[in-house]
């Protein structure tokens, strides 16, 4: 469950050199093969230094912003496992959880399988061949470098690839069929099928790692994302942060992910978030304030009574010891019974 739920926010990138012995060089400082591969020798530097599950979730969101150190046009970086599972996509984010290893570009290459390969062997360069339609001018045939490290956080290895526009929109393959909570996303009519649909999702994450393990395990994001699918219905989805507040899971608007929401309050200026950690962190409840509901207009400057719960989920596993997650999900009032 813990290995789930970390897949993307333990792996963010600090803002500062971990070791002065590896030059900056950002994304917008990269004209040529060179400064390539310095920047992806500099990300995975900071990378690599990672320890702390809260600065990885801050910096997820510096990772994925037009403009910072890591992003620029479409020169951003792709953070993945040795076989080729998407931890975290510079550009978008719909591709976490994804495996890519068998991604071919237009030429027909297995150009993911190749990166994987020069990152084992110490670090490369692998020419891909895709043309990108933001960008007439730009040649179809492009480098990118990868370069393998080992994640503090993790425990395990972890690739990093940058270089220019790609295209794994096609990529990906099913989970195992793990049964679905009972109570899903669309079965939430009160506050006891809202409670279940949380709890049951817990519990499908903990046996879906049981089952895969940690090299597929963020594939749930995408699952989780699927309107019409076991956890999403409509306004109703499931979150996950840290007590920090830091944004881990966000099942409607991965953007949200790696931000700061614990001093959000709602459109009457109460505290919700702060509220929705303390019920969950007391063993379980629920928390009512008002939000905008993206299905109903004009409450856009009032928003729409809603109602969560949320509940606190300790880590037991050696490498996450201790660490905690609050999941939950919500509901608005005016399209669901109170009782």
């Known amino acids: 469950m813990t290995l789930a739920l970390l897949g993307l ?3 963010g990138l600090r803002a500062r050199p971990a070791n002065a012995q590896v030059p900056k060089v950002t994304a917008s400082e990269v004209v040529d093969r060179e400064t390539l591969k310095g920047f992806v020798t500099w990300a995975t530097a900071v990378s690599a230094a990672i320890t702390d599950i809260n600065e990885g979730s801050r ?49 027909g290459t297995k150009v993911v399988r190749q990166m994987l390969a020069a990152a084992a062997a110490g670090g490369g360069f692998v020419e891909w061949c895709w043309d990108d339609p ?13 370069l393998q490290y ?13 270089g220019y526009y790609q295209n794994l929109s096609n990529a990906g393959q099913p989970l195992p069929p793990v049964p679905h909570p009972e109570v899903t996303a669309a079965d939430v009519v009160d506050r ?23 090299q597929r395990a963020t594939e749930w994001k995408a699952l989780m994302r699927e309107e019409g699918g076991p956890f999403k219905s409509g306004p ?63 409450d856009e400057d009032t928003g729409t009574p809603k109602v969560s719960y949320a509940v606190s989920y300790k880590s ?15 509901f608005y009032r005016d399209h669901i019974d109170m009782s």
């Not at 730009?138 to 470098?145: A, G, L, N």
């Open 59 to 107: 910096l997820i969101q510096a990772v994925r912003t037009e403009g910072s150190d890591y992003n620029v046009g479409n020169m951003y970086l792709i953070l993945m496992t040795p076989d080729g599972q998407v931890f975290i996509h510079g550009e978008d984010p719909h591709i976490d959880g994804t495996n890519v290893s068998e991604v071919v570009d237009e030429n």
């Open 316 to 330: 037991d596993l050696p490498i996450y010891q201790g660490v905690e997650f609050i999941v939950g999900a919500g």
């Open 150 to 162: 080992h994640s503090q956080v993790l425990g395990a290895d972890l690739v990093i690839v940058g």
């Open 9 to 11: 926010a333990v792996v």
């Open 192 to 214: 006891e099928t809202l409670r279940q649909f949380v709890h049951g999702s817990l519990d499908w994450l903990l046996e879906l790692v049981g089952q895969v393990g940690f």
């Open 236 to 298: 109703i989805y499931l979150f996950v942060f840290t007590p920090e507040g830091y944004v881990i899971f966000h099942g409607a608007d991965p953007w949200r992910e790696g931000r700061t929401v614990i001093d959000n309050t709602d459109f009457r200026g109460r505290p919700f978030v702060r509220e929705v950690i303390a019920v969950a962190q007391g063993g379980g409840g629920f928390v009512e304030y008002f939000w905008d509901d993206p299905t109903v207009q004009g």
């Open 134 to 146: 933001q960008d007439p001018g730009d040649p179809r045939c492009k480098d990118s470098y990868a």
